[in-house]
């Protein structure tokens, strides 16, 4: 079944993956370096502040949809659920767009603020809808909804940016009308099936007890992640942030997408399977999951953090692309610990219903980071924030192995991330012993085909996470049905 899935989802994330690095490449050659600085630390904020307001919902509509499903309950479910985010929106744009009214900065700055806002709330209002379909099991029809807000927003930020001049507000003004369209397409469909019933008062609070700690959490780990983009800002200025920005979006996504892809397939079927046959079940999911991460993210990060130069020139606007290209290394080592973190550790926390202590350690990890970054930019710059944050991943990543073990204890691949390693130093040898090219796409080109071969038939040669019966065993297969 997760193979099934991650397939159908894999489309999806192949467009995270192509928005992703385009929108460094692209904006960071529209923008200047302080307009792209700009737009990465209202990008930040923006996100902080959904997060904190409206990811409380989408956790508790995810984590309650297979409960209401069985007890056919799904239409006071939804009821409550858009009931609430209506709620949220009205009071988030009026406190927040009064904040921004007021607030003593150009107006210039206050136009991209508006539109982050805006953005975010109506993306909010489509992830009620993604989450009930992925967690509905309608995995085309997710696909098919993500793949249009993300392909249509990017396209239309480069559009007001190029054609309505809008700087650092065209990205946010091109996803508010991506979601918008999104909207207008889906969430008529989920409110024809929305009841409101007597239980919605009760079930708000269910969705609240569970939902806030994990938004606490959520809130706590992106600042683990984007707090440093301020830190940077006020020590550094504006332009160091978007060469930070750069480097860190073109590691960490490339590596984040890899977990997403297989983290968010897994974790609903996890879910369903605990609710419908017991914690060895789920165990089984998240363990197979877990193993293909370890398969295609430690090579991943190994090439990345080897490779980091010429990706950096290639991809990157050259103003920035030299300091940018210092700190990949040490985001491929943090985004790397991180996805383990949070799509393999936290799960403990989400199906064994303890958000609160999930909550507390990134609350920890986030004020630690802060004061590493305090002490670590003055004295090493860029590489200082780099290094605060695979330091700090580090310690949150055993904090939650060590609380998340007596609360749901996970099956752990623990044979197939050692293999999956060991292929990865091999490939790792090899990128290092093969000539370097001075021009940054002939070095990719030559390096990235040459390291997946060999991580390739290393991996095959060790069965990483069972490899070999996925890609050897039909071509076994065809060739002796053919022979007979």
């Known amino acids: ?114 539109f982050a806002l805006v953005s975010q709330v109506l993306r909010s209002a489509i992830m009620i809808a993604l989450e009930t379909r992925r967690a509905e099991g309608e995995a085309v029809r997710f696909a098919l909804l993500e793949s249009l807000i993300l392909g249509s927003g990017f396209g239309l930020g480069v559009v007001f940016i190029l054609a309505g001049g809008m700087g650092p507000a065209g990205p946010f003004a091109g996803m508010a009308l991506a979601c918008l369209i999104a909207i207008l397409i889906d969430i008529p469909v989920l409110l024809s099936k929305a009841k409101r019933d007597r239980a919605g008062p009760r079930r708000a609070v269910r969705f609240f007890a569970y939902g806030a700690p994990v938004a606490v959490s959520l809130v706590f780990e992106h600042l683990l992640s984007t707090g440093d983009r301020f830190v940077i800002a006020a020590l550094l200025g504006e332009a160091s942030t978007g060469a930070y920005a750069a480097g860190y979006g073109i590691t960490d996504r490339s590596l984040n997408i890899i977990f997403i892809w297989l983290g968010m397939t897994a974790g609903p079927l996890a879910i369903k399977a605990f609710e419908h046959e017991g914690a060895e079940a789920a165990r089984a999911v998240l363990r197979q999951a877990a193993s293909l991460m370890g398969l295609i993210a430690l090579p991943a990060a190994t090439g990345i953090a080897l490779l980091s130069e010429p990706f950096a020139r290639l ?166 049905w053919r022979s007979a």
């Open 315 to 480: 991809l990157i606007a050259e103003t920035l692309a030299d300091p940018a290209s210092t700190i990949m290394p040490w985001i491929a080592v943090g985004a790397m610990l991180n996805g383990f973190m949070t799509y393999v550790f936290h799960e403990s926390f989400v199906i064994g219903r303890r958000p609160k202590v999930m909550a507390a350690l990134m609350a920890g990890s986030a004020i630690h980071n802060l004061a590493l970054n305090l002490a670590l930019i003055p004295v090493f710059g860029l590489v200082g924030a780099a290094l605060a944050t695979v330091i700090s991943y580090a310690l949150a990543l055993v904090a939650c192995m060590v609380m998340g073990r007596g609360i749901f204890r996970l099956s752990l691949p623990i044979e197939d991330w050692s293999k999956a390693a060991g292929a990865s130093v091999v490939m790792g040898l090899v990128l290092v012993l093969l000539p370097a090219p001075q021009d940054a796409f002939i070095h990719l080109a030559s390096h990235i085909p040459a390291g997946f071969t060999v991580y390739a038939v290393t991996a095959l040669a060790l069965d990483v996470a069972g490899c070999r019966s996925v890609f050897l065993l039909p071509f076994v297969r065809r060739l002796q």
């Open 1 to 114: 079944m997760l193979n099934r899935h991650l397939l159908t989802y894999l489309p999806v994330y192949a467009a995270q993956i192509l928005v992703g690095f385009g929108s460094v490449v692209v904006f960071t050659r529209l923008l200047s370096p302080e307009d792209y600085g700009r737009y990465t630390l209202v990008l930040a904020g923006a996100l902080l502040t959904q997060t904190l307001v409206f990811t409380w919902l989408d956790a508790a509509v995810a984590r309650h949809h297979a409960r209401a499903s069985a007890r056919g309950r799904l239409g006071g479910h939804l009821a409550t659920a858009f009931s609430l985010y209506a709620m949220l929106a009205v009071a988030s744009l009026a406190v927040f767009g009064g904040v921004i009214a007021l607030a003593p900065v150009s107006t210039e700055l206050k136009t991209v603020c508006a």
